[in-house]
Nanobody, 123 residues
Framework: QVQLVESGGGSVQTGGSLRLSCAASGYTWRVNCMSWFRQAPGKEREGVARILSGSGSTFYADSVKGRFTISQDRAKNTVYLQMNSLKPEDTAMYYC????????????????WGQGTQVTVSS
């Protein structure tokens, strides 16, 4: 099992920036992919970005492309999500997920999740 702990959320104004962190522990050697998801009140959880642990290849949802950057520090078993030019519609609980055989943005394919960190963007 892999344990995930997110941090770095907070409240910012439109146009601001935040950097989220997701620290993994446990059977991290089984992890081939780390992803970020978000869920706003009353909405389904949606994929934001993912990174392949080995190659560092990244993929982003269209809604965040050009504003968010996912990166990793493999020595620290930590994945980051740098969020710039934040908008009110980015307000959500942000979760990280770890995968072994799947590396997409379909949330049902992940079984390892963190507890989430809240991001609030005010206008």
């Amino acid at each position: 099992q892999v344990q995930l702990v997110e941090s770095g959320g907070g409240s910012v104004q439109t146009g601001g920036s935040l950097r989220l962190s997701c620290a993994a522990s446990g059977y991290t050697w089984r992890v081939n992919c780390m992803s970020w998801f978000r869920q706003a009140p009353g909405k389904e959880r949606e994929g934001v970005a993912r990174i392949l642990s080995g190659s560092g290849s990244t993929f982003y949802a269209d809604s965040v492309k050009g504003r968010f950057t996912i990166s990793q520090d493999r020595a620290k078993n930590t994945v980051y999500l740098q969020m710039n030019s934040l908008k009110p519609e980015d307000t959500a609980m942000y979760y990280c997920a770890a995968g072994r055989d799947y590396c997409g943005l379909e949330q049902t394919r992940y079984s390892n999740w963190g507890q989430g960190t809240q991001v609030t963007v005010s206008s």
